[in-house]
């Protein structure tokens, strides 16, 4: 045995040794056949790079727990979410039509009775049960519709509903919105003011802050309202020395971080490829949002970039104990700034280097 597996190890080094080879030789030629199309640039790396694996099997996986209705997955409340979602455009339109939804009401009902079944977030499911409540009380009557009303009204009676609130979970006016009082210029400066601050007091971050900057988060616009995401937040001294020092550029000022969120995407949210890059746009505005709320509350943040490096990949599955469908997305330093700390100028571009009018 020891014989073959060193003979493995001499016969798997070979073999990476000539692809460096030939690679290294006609690189620029591999890389003008490659770009050619898009199927030749599958084929590129599949045969001489493993930059892209991780992803594929993530997204892959992600496809595959979504499909099978997985427990740990997203898939119930994303679908249930979405559908939802999708229900209320619906009852948005002007004019209002009498018949949508046809082909996915059935699905959406039966994921309410899983998040109904599952105790899920209660407010996620008086939504649900309100937009259906209306849904149902205007479409027409179709086989599939009756089918669906059918179950929902079962699940009225199987589950009991103590505090649902006096304000039904429904589209409502523009005019009905809640508005704010802060203009343009105050919005500014809380712009200028929120900057990539890497310098903190040793104080003690208030959880209550952060519930506060999250549930604002919680407002950021979502592709289907499926927020996709999650906040792992960190501030044991021990967990942050590892958290601190897992993503590139915080060797100089992981010392003196007092909290770290790390913002991880869930691909199981979703059944298609198409879909893999929502978890960095959905996660992204949630990022916006949440560090903008920080400042408001006192606090200030450093979002850290989280590149695909592989074994960075793989020492964060194992702090986190990842699925394989979860990916980073950043990670957000979180402190009270100090106040002789330093901060980068960093000028931003102007206006027109940004824009085109068309």
Known sequence: MMIFNSLKKKISWRVRNFYSTIIAKYSSQILFWSTRSPRRSSFYYFAFSNKFDREHYSVLKAKLAHINKDDNSLSFDATLRRNIHRLEKGLTTMPLRNSFAKDYIEETVSSYEFMLKSSADFKTVKWARDV???????VEQTSSVVKANKKFLDLEGSFKFHDTGTVPSLPFARKDSVLSDISYEQFNKLCMQR??????TQEKVPHELIDKALSATLYSPSACNRQPFRFVIIEDPEMLKVAANLPMGTSTFSHNIPMMAILIGDLSAYSDERDRH???????????????ALETLGLSSCPINWPDVEYREKSLDKFLQLSPFERCVMFISIGFPLEDGQIPFSQKKSINTILSKI
């Open 278 to 292: 929502i978890i960095y746009i959905d996660g992204g505005l949630a990022a916006m949002s949440f560090m903008f």
């Open 195 to 200: 900057r990539s601050i890497r310098w903190y």
């Open 132 to 138: 259906l409540s209306k849904y149902f009380s205007i």
